[in-house]
């Protein structure tokens, strides 16, 4: 059983659909994250929580909506989404936020046609 | 805003040669992590660094937090196939009291190793 765990491994959608990428951690961490790595560009941080609470916005535009409803688990809801949107959505968790060692899930391939 | 600069970009390099990455921060950083990262995988945290000067092994692989605390370097000892893939630097200044932490990372560097 990995320590974070992202489903699904690859998405394809229109620009119209609504869908949602789920982050699983089981390393009892309390902190969770959602980066977007883009080719040629650093990775981004997109949304922090910790206990649940989101904690940091990185200013993201509002067709991504996040959720947590514990702290194991993560949503990354999305609608309306635009062909540059499309990028290696990655989840991580860290013990709290301000311990930043933070372990990585495979992540979700997303593509917007 | 802060930014990582990490060189080199990309290195080509025989088997069982050594290879050496750093990364710089204009600004100072308490923490320093190296992360490496397979194709179609997330990055895998290599080594994590928390105090200047520090130095600090992971098999082959060894790191070092500057002195400065704007830079960090790593190194790769007798290197081997299975060591392909993108190492990316990440730092990170956190404040006691509250304020969120961030990640910042470099962009990476692509490492091809010869057989």
């Known amino acids: 059983e990995t320590g974070v765990t992202q489903t699904p491994r690859h998405l394809v959608m229109g620009m119209t659909n609504k869908k949602s990428l789920k982050c699983e951690q089981h390393l009892g961490h309390n902190a969770m994250y959602w980066y977007k790595q883009s080719a040629k560009k650093p990775l981004e941080l997109m949304f922090v929580?910790?206990?649940?609470?989101?904690?940091e916005n990185n200013s993201v535009p509002s067709r991504f909506s996040p959720e947590c409803p514990n702290s194991s688990h993560l949503f990354l809801h999305l609608h309306t989404l635009q062909p540059e949107d499309s990028a290696l959505y990655l989840c991580?968790?860290?013990?709290?936020?301000?311990?930043?060692?933070?372990?990585f899930g495979q992540g979700t391939r997303l593509t917007v046609v | 805003g802060q930014q990582l600069n990490q060189s080199p970009q990309s290195m080509f390099i025989q088997e069982g040669e050594d290879v050496s990455m750093n990364c710089t921060s204009s600004?100072?950083?308490?923490?320093w992590l190296w992360y490496k990262q397979d194709p179609g995988e997330g990055p895998v945290l290599l080594i994590a660094l928390y105090k200047a000067g520090e130095l600090t092994s992971n098999g082959r692989l060894t790191a070092q937090f500057g002195i400065t605390r704007k830079d960090s370097f790593l190194n790769i000892s007798a290197s081997i196939p299975s060591d392909v893939g993108i190492y990316f630097c990440?730092?990170?200044?956190?404040?006691?009291?509250?304020?969120?932490?961030?990640?910042?990372f470099g962009t990476g560097t692509l490492l091809a190793v010869q057989p």
């Open positions: 929580y910790n206990f649940k609470e989101q904690t």
């Open positions: 990440a730092g990170s200044n956190y404040l006691w009291g509250g304020a969120t932490n961030k990640l910042i």
């Open positions: 600004s100072i950083f308490n923490t």
């Open positions: 991580a968790s860290s013990p709290e936020d301000l311990n930043t060692e933070a372990f």
